[in-house]
């Protein structure tokens, strides 16, 4: 098995995280407790531990979020497509970045109960990913 990644971040209850993780966003249901569940997305596993503690304390997407980067525009459409009609909510309405360039690429955000964003990409152009370094440009253009 090829390595998978692994993130823990907080929720404020299991039952609220289970409903926008596994019947909102299509995760698959792993362990449970009353402190912490484990959820599988697109193969890799994110753990939610139940802390009183906001997780604010940022404005906007940075610097704390996660998320996938599809290898298809398709993958992509298709869980914007179940966000949507999951009427999950959209911390930012899917977009593209740096349209025409190297970098291009299509985004959206969610924000699950918990105050936790998660963003969703494909890339035009697979380079883009871990390459490209002669662009300094790293998320949205300052402005």
């Known amino acids: 098995m090829a390595p998978i990644f692994h993130l823990a971040f907080p929720i404020g209850d299991?039952?609220?995280a289970k409903a926008f993780y596994v019947e909102g966003l299509g995760c698959c249901l792993g362990r449970e407790s009353r402190e912490s569940v484990i959820?599988?997305?697109?193969g890799?596993?994110?753990v939610g531990h139940v802390d009183d503690l906001e997780a604010g304390g940022q404005r906007g997407i940075y610097p704390r979020h996660f998320g996938l980067v599809?290898?298809?525009v398709e993958a992509w459409e298709a869980l914007r497509d179940r966000a949507l009609a999951q009427n999950l909510p959209f911390y930012q309405q899917p977009k593209h970045r740096f349209a025409g360039e190297l970098l291009e690429h299509r985004t959206?955000?969610?924000q699950d109960p918990f105050g936790n964003l998660l963003?969703?990409?494909?890339?035009l152009h697979p380079e883009a990913i871990f390459g490209a370094r002669e662009?300094?440009?790293?998320g949205d253009v300052a402005g």
């Open 14 to 16: 299991v039952a609220r």
């Open 39 to 42: 959820l599988g997305l697109q």
């Open 44 to 46: 890799h596993q994110l």
């Open 70 to 72: 599809f290898d298809s």
């Open 108 to 110: 959206f955000f969610l």
């Open 119 to 123: 963003e969703f990409k494909f890339y």
């Open 135 to 138: 662009f300094g440009r790293i």
